[in-house]
């Protein structure tokens, strides 16, 4: 590619105007195309135009407001960050964090979207005349290389009053007596096409919804008149087009991922935007990034938060993916706190930084039931409304069910009001009329229906048993604990061999397997250490597991084929584990 | 009853099922294979489509067979609104006219370029393309300042026409041809609007739109 | 040796397609493009198939006819072409659907012939709706012996499985690849449960991003007429074409770092890897480069 790599990094690739919300834009930036989209929430969005996965064009795919879907296979990719949040043709799995399209800086002003190819490229827009008004005109496409379309424009001439006053790199200025009137800037879309877009200046702007019309009319006959010009001197030109250079992906994403869930250990430094009562006893949080963006939250996942006096605690994330770049937590008031929830109420404040992982998903939300039933228990409701407006802005059947003891403690009740007719209170019910109503919640099991639980430990159990008298198969009932209840037995010893690392680890009495694992030099996620939220899940190859946890079901256990190595012990003295 | 003779990947035939959908309208389908059949040059549907045209389109003792005289009489007959063709108005009549005309330019090039690609007949493809490009240039620009102005559709009134109807498949099945749509992104805004009429169906080549917002 | 605008020896020793015989007025002569090269084919009147390059009609090139289409090769063809046994069963109806030009490579268009996670978003209501999205496991296995991929026990739910179907219905499909370019499906009979219908894709390599894609159909169906059997087809390939001439890069790379699969991708998988093994470079972008 010749003449078309030029100093300034940053380029316009589109009119405000032209990125409406539910439409992609396709776009195009020195040979590379681009998929330009605005959110529901505002947000200019600029990738490349292509889907990891089968390199389909993201120009086709479906915008709904706060994700892409692409057109060929239902992949989502979330608003700002472009982190795949769902596979359709793996429900059950929670996709890797990492898979992630690529994305470009984006800067919106002028009345334009700006963006680079180049990686942290600082901004280097130049600097138009800004009177708060800019008004773009109509973006012309002329077959010709940049540097001719910019020759051809320094005799610009519209009729009015305007003189060439300045000239950058692929810009030129033209002012009205002494205050400037018009900047032409070229976009190079490649080697034989070049946009020029055009911002006016100080135009009086009666009516925002009534444009000046003669004056876009007059400038874009007189662009007319250079394209053609250009055009016709030039002839027409071999679209000989190079194909870009893509990017490779990691080695881990080329793989076919494995079976088991990925955890990881990353830290992100979040800052707390907005602290305020979201329920009796229930303090909401809005936990803003530093800088950049939050990776996305897939709906039922948590993050392990880091409080100031040391204690780490998980939280489910209770907005959508694609909603806002935050991630909006509830916490309970726990009577016998040992730090972790009076810290966050007492101590913790709006404007202090905080210490929160990337975003786990060990209890993820299959999208391809006909109808999906919601269970929640007080503040177990967290996960579960991240679910229900997930499935309600999908348009998928779904129910929630609420069960607290006032209408006071509902939490996030705004949100449940955009929930709307889905949403079923269950207020001040005793424990036998709890699991009278769960009897008829989950009465008439059919194929096609999943349930998902989150609530206080004896809720799930008599939901669990109720949903199995009703005949539920397990593998359709989703239950996440907010902890292990249990008394976790650690007097045992034995050995545990790790088969991809080639190691024999004796685990001692009073050592846990995640603690000797450690030990010995295998990195190994982990988040609640209880095993209750299922991040330091490990196979079994070999041995007879004693569990212990409360994140498998039942036939999972049964079949003995994974662990929680935080909580886990094994009744044979050895223990064989894909690690 | 209205009986429509019909080939699925055809433009012209996509045109007045359209508008059958649009306008609600019951009908049963004859399919007429144009390829690999010919059924078209046969001698029963050359009786009833003179130039061998598709689609054909029969209620009662009507039988037409040109896509633009389909989208104009079912418009006329059974849209009681006369939103969807306002003949009683001339400047709008005119429009439309002059769209339905503009869509016969583009079937004349986008399309005979996509019949070139995918079927192989026989067309002077550069010079389908470029004509092409020459008409979405046009289009474009046309459709740039009707959301200035606050227009979405091709003709001056506040409601889809028929020429919406008429222009929308081929332009959106371009591509096909080899005549990409990426530099008219007006072009490919009111795509998506057409999209979004309510009744609109897709054809095979055509994704429909994703949800409009709340 | 004639050279080639292609150098792949070995896509140049491969059989190609290059007509439906129903689709060939015989006695006269036609003109196809294969690998860049203008082909004159004709049926002569008193039967057999001739070859030739345009401009060369001294020097035939080798022809065979199978599956109703007429083949042929610039190199040196193995005897003959892969088998498809149900082809030759007395009850079974045969036919092309449709000979279709679509701007994609060869290799790409069988990797989205051989994928099912896309039927419910590409064939929507039809072979797949959503949110009946799940690919379950299925066994994909390369057979050195038979030299071909092929992928066993695809399950997926499907709202109208063929033209024959009225309601929905989990099928099931067995995949074959047994050439670089052409893939033969086998899917759950509408008429007979027991026995398979069968759909296999012939492409013909027009060049290196550019295919025409043959269909033939073999199948079990008393009920409807030919016309609709293959508009039934051409509909779902109609659906595919959007997406074949929307991915990028067109030619299909076989680095595994270039694209994400997933476990629904096994087939593909091990097509691509395949197609390394046998050091294929026409339609695809070679590994490490």
């Not at chain 3, 069963?89 to 069988?110: F, K, L, W, Y």
């Not at chain 3, 395949?274 to 470079?281: A, D, Q």
Request: overall charge negative; hydrophobic content about 40%.
């Amino acid at each position: 590619m010749t003449s078309i790599q030029p100093g300034r990094a940053w380029h316009p690739v589109a009119s405000s105007g032209d990125a409406v919300v539910r439409h992609v834009f396709q776009g195009r930036l020195l040979g590379r195309e681009l998929a330009v989209w605005r959110a529901d929430d505002g947000y200019v969005n600029v990738w490349e135009n292509r889907c990891l996965h089968r390199g389909v064009r993201l120009s086709i795919a479906v915008n709904d407001g706060r994700e892409l879907k692409c057109q060929y296979h239902g992949w989502r990719y979330s608003n700002r960050t472009a982190e795949c949040t769902y596979i359709p043709a793996h429900p059950a799995d929670a996709p890797a964090r990492t898979i992630c399209n690529r994305t470009f800086a984006v800067v919106e002003r002028h009345g334009l979207v700006w963006t680079t190819l180049e990686l942290d490229r600082p901004e280097d827009l130049p600097v138009l005349p800004d009177d708060g008004r800019p008004l773009a005109l109509r973006p012309i496409t002329v077959a010709a290389p940049a540097a001719q379309v910019v020759d051809a424009l320094r005799s610009y001439d519209a009729g009015e009053d305007l003189r060439l006053a300045a000239e950058a790199e692929l810009l030129l200025r033209f002012d009205r007596g002494t205050a400037p009137g018009l900047t032409i800037l070229v976009q190079p879309s490649d080697a034989t096409t070049s946009v020029v877009r055009g911002v006016l200046h100080g135009v009086a702007v009666v009516d925002r919804d009534r444009p000046p019309l003669d004056l876009l009319r007059l400038h874009n006959r007189a662009l007319n008149r250079v394209r053609a010009r250009v055009e016709s001197d030039l002839g027409p030109l071999q679209a000989e087009q190079q194909e870009p250079e893509l990017e490779l992906l990691s080695e881990e994403l080329a793989e076919l991922p494995p079976l088991s869930r990925p955890g990881r250990s990353a830290s992100l430094r979040v800052r707390v935007e907005r602290k305020w009562p979201a329920g009796a006893d229930v303090a909401g949080f809005a936990l803003a990034p530093l800088a950049g963006h939050l990776p996305a939250a897939q709906p039922g996942a948590h993050v392990d938060v880091h409080l100031p006096n040391g204690c780490v605690r998980q939280y489910s994330v209770v907005n959508a993916p694609g909603e806002g770049d935050r991630y909006v937590l509830g916490v309970k008031r726990e009577p016998d706190s040992q730090g972790g929830s009076s810290c966050l109420h007492d101590v913790v404040r709006e404007g202090d930084v905080l210490a929160v992982s990337e975003p786990r998903n060990n209890f993820p939300l299959r999208r391809d039931a006909e109808h999906t039933l919601l269970v929640a228990g007080g503040i177990g409701a967290t996960p579960l409304l991240a679910m229900a407006q997930t499935l309600a802005h999908h348009g998928l059947d779904h129910e929630l069910h609420y069960f607290a003891q006032t209408e006071d403690h509902l939490a996030f009740r705004d949100r449940l009001a955009t929930l709307g007719g889905s949403v079923r209170r269950h207020l001040g019910l005793d424990v036998a009329a709890t699991k009278a109503r769960l009897g008829e919640i989950l009465a008439g099991y059919a194929p096609g229906r999943q349930v998902y639980l989150c609530g206080p430990g004896p809720m799930i159990e008599a939901a669990r048993e109720v949903a199995a008298q009703c005949g539920w198969p397990v593998e359709k009932v989703h239950f996440e604990y907010f902890k292990n209840a249990q008394e976790i037995d650690k007097e045992s010893s034995f050995e545990v061999a790790l088969a991809r690392s080639c190691l024999t680890v004796k685990v001692l009495a009073g050592q846990t397997i995640l603690e000797a694992v450690r030990e010995a030099g295998v990195a190994m996620p982990s988040s609640c250490e209880q095993g209750a939220c299922g991040t330091c899940l490990a196979r079994v190859i070999e041995g007879e597991p004693i569990h212990q946890d409360v994140y498998l079901n039942d036939a999972e256990k049964a079949s003995g084929e994974a662990i929680m190595t935080c909580v886990s012990r094994s009744a044979s003295p050895r223990l064989v584990l894909d690690l | 009853m209205i009986t429509l003779y019909d080939y699925e990947l055809s433009a012209d035939c996509y045109q007045a099922r359209l508008a059958l959908a649009v306008l609600g309208l019951e009908y049963s389908r004859v399919d007429v294979e144009f390829y690999p059949g010919r059924e078209h040059e046969t001698e029963w549907f050359t009786e009833l489509s003179p130039l061998q045209q598709l689609p054909v389109l029969c209620e009662e003792e009507t039988t037409l067979y040109d896509a633009p005289a389909i989208l104009v009489y079912l418009a006329s007959r059974h849209d009681p609104t006369a939103s969807w063709y306002p003949g009683g108005d001339p400047a709008l009549a005119g429009q439309v006219t002059l769209w339905l005309g503009f869509s016969r330019a583009l079937a004349g090039s986008a399309g005979a370029a996509r019949l070139h690609e995918s079927l192989g007949h026989l067309t002077d493809i550069d010079a389908a393309r470029s004509r092409a490009h020459t008409l979405l240039r046009v289009l474009d620009e046309h459709l740039w300042f009707g959301e200035q102005e606050g227009r979405d559709w091709l003709c001056a009134t506040d409601r889809p026409t028929i020429a919406d109807l008429a222009a929308f498949p081929d332009v959106a099945l371009s591509e096909e041809g080899g005549v990409s749509r990426i530099d008219y992104p007006a072009v490919r805004r009111w795509t998506d609007r057409v999209k979004r009429i309510d009744g609109f169906v897709a054809m095979s080549g055509i994704f429909p739109a994703g949800p409009v917002a709340a | 040796m004639p050279t080639f605008l292609c150098t792949d020896p070995v896509v140049l020793n491969l059989w190609h397609p290059l007509a439906a015989i129903a689709e060939t007025a015989p006695g006269r002569d036609h003109t196809t493009t294969l690998l860049e090269e203008q082909i004159a084919y004709a049926l002569p009147p008193d039967g057999g198939a001739r070859a030739w390059r345009q401009g060369a009609p001294q020097h035939p090139l080798p022809t065979l006819v199978r599956y109703g289409y007429l083949w042929t090769s610039l190199g040196t063809p193995p005897e003959d072409l892969f088998s498809i046994p149900e082809y030759d069963e007395p009850d079974r109806r045969n036919m092309n659907a449709s000979t279709i030009g679509v701007h994609v490579s060869a290799p790409r268009a069988i990797e989205n012939f051989l994928d099912m996670a896309h039927f419910p978003f590409v064939h929507t209501d039809v072979l797949g709706s959503e949110p009946h999205t799940e690919v379950v496991e299925y066994g994909v296995d390369v057979s050195a012996e038979r030299d071909e991929v092929r992928a066993t026990r695809c399950r997926m739910f499907q709202p109208k499985a063929s033209a024959s179907s009225a309601d929905g219905a989990e099928v099931e499909y067995v995949y074959r690849v047994p050439h670089p370019y052409c893939s033969v499906l086998y899917k759950t009979s509408g008429d007979d449960p027991d026995r398979q219908d069968v759909i296999a894709v012939f492409l013909q390599p027009v060049d290196q991003e550019h295919v025409r894609a043959h269909l033939l159909l073999s199948v079990l169906d008393a009920a409807h007429e030919d016309k609709e059997i293959r508009n039934f087809q051409q509909s779902i390939f109609g659906q595919d074409k959007p997406i074949l001439e929307n991915q990028f890069p067109k030619r299909l790379p076989l680095d595994p770092r270039s694209e994400t699969p997933i476990r629904a991708d096994k087939s593909a998988v091990a097509y691509r890897r395949w197609l390394s093994g046998k050091g294929i470079t026409y339609g695809v972008i070679p590994a490490g480069r």
